[in-house]
């Protein structure tokens, strides 16, 4: 004789799978937190390996060598970071520098260069002020390149290379460094 177990009903059944419905969406819901741990790392690790200086003596160097850099050069963003990447990259380079970490002996110097940018850009009027007066020497140099090649172009010279552009928009924002210096309101770091 064979025995056969009786098939659970329908209703039971249908009982059984929204229960397994709900707990694997309640699993979804809350995200695992070593997972957002491990996410976490994985973002800082990729930030700290972007173009740039990779090591900490290297970082210290660059900071200290140039005493005309502007907030987000020292925390080597552009001026279009989020407030969010700011965090994020000070984090990255402040465990670089920290004069725990990094035995360098101007390390101590470097970090309270890369505190101090932080502390700048945190703050949104004064990061707004940044944005603008690096706009404003952008567009100078580039209105003033395009009159400068167009020149060049009818006398048959051959233009100048975007490459130098970077190079000529910092040299217009030290100058604007010089006049904040002269008391006409910018302040730079």
Known sequence: PTRTTPKPSSAASDVYKRQEQSTSQEEKKEP???QEFLDSIKELKALASKDGPSSGEEI??????D?????????MLGPE????????????LSLKLHPDKNKHERA??????????????????????????????????EYERKLI????????MTILPSETLPGEIRTCLLYTSDAADEGLGVVLV
Do not use: C, T, W
């Open 81 to 92: 970071a989020s407030e969010e990447e700011i965090k994020k990259q000070h984090k990255v």
């Open 108 to 141: 101590s110097d470097a970090f309270h260069i890369l505190d101090k940018a932080y502390k700048v850009l945190l703050d949104a009027e004064q990061r707004k002020l940044y944005q603008r007066v690096m706009r404003e020497a952008r567009e100078r140099v």
């Open 32 to 34: 695992d937190k070593n």
């Open 149 to 156: 090649n167009k020149k060049r172009a009818s006398q048959g």
């Open 67 to 75: 005493p005309d850099l502007n907030p987000y050069e020292v925390l």
């Open 60 to 65: 210290v160097q660059r900071l200290i060598s």
